[in-house]
């Protein structure tokens, strides 16, 4: 009996060092509640600003399609809006990574990490680059869904090296940048779904599933 569990426990232990060979595993998902909160207070902001812009030209009669806060105009703030959520999302991201790869006795940056990066990125920087060409022909409308979609894709493409948590959550990030792309009013509500609420449920169900026992 206790050559057999032996053997199980030695079978375990080789199919965790092929995984971590094989898989980023370092990802936390901690991580992805935290990107899932800066989202959602980003959300807010831009759903203030827009409130406030409504009641400011209701007061002062004013009905100009530009808006403004702080000397910003609306394109404006939600465009650094979304850039100082990403930059928090990234960088507390790298931080929680960074710290379950040490308590994995592992390097954040390897040959495997390269392949992930590359992976992410090509998806993500060509949506990137086609959102800004949407603000560019000022069809800001697009742009939430765009956004959902390719970051699913990014997802799907990356989900080899790592969990098939991922792979489920871009499918789903897809989906909802479809709807979104559907029903284009509601842009913003389903980029908070998306980007928001869809990231702090799978984040917690990573934390318990993969990092709860370290």
Not at 4 to 26: G, P, T, W, Y
Not at 88 to 97: N, R
Not at 179 to 197: D, E, H, K, T
């Amino acid at each position: 009996m206790e050559n057999s569990n032996s053997n199980l426990n030695d079978l375990a232990h080789i199919r965790q060092l092929m995984e971590r060979s094989s898989k980023f595993v370092s990802l936390s998902g901690l991580s992805g509640v935290f990107a899932g909160l800066y989202a959602l207070v980003g959300a807010g902001m831009v759903y203030y600003f827009n409130e406030l812009d409504k009641n400011l030209m209701y007061e002062t009669g004013n009905f100009s399609s530009t808006k403004k806060l702080l000397g910003l105009s609306f394109t404006q703030f939600c465009f650094i809006d979304a850039l100082l959520v990403l930059m928090f999302s990234l960088s507390t991201s790298f931080w929680l990574s960074f710290k379950k790869a040490n308590q994995l006795g592992e390097t954040i940056w390897n040959n495997l990490t390269k392949r992930v990066f590359i992976n992410m990125m090509v998806p993500l920087a060509t949506g990137g680059l086609f959102c800004l060409l949407l603000i560019y022909h000022q069809q800001f409308i697009f742009v939430a869904p765009a956004t959902l979609i390719f970051y699913g894709l990014a997802l799907v493409n990356v989900s080899k090296y790592t969990y098939t948590d991922i792979f489920q959550l871009g499918i789903i990030e897809i989906i909802i940048g479809l709807f979104a792309m559907f029903f284009l009013a509601n842009g913003l509500l389903f980029w908070s779904i998306g980007f928001g609420l869809m990231h702090i449920i799978y984040g917690i169900g990573m934390y318990f599933k993969y990092e709860r026992k370290l």
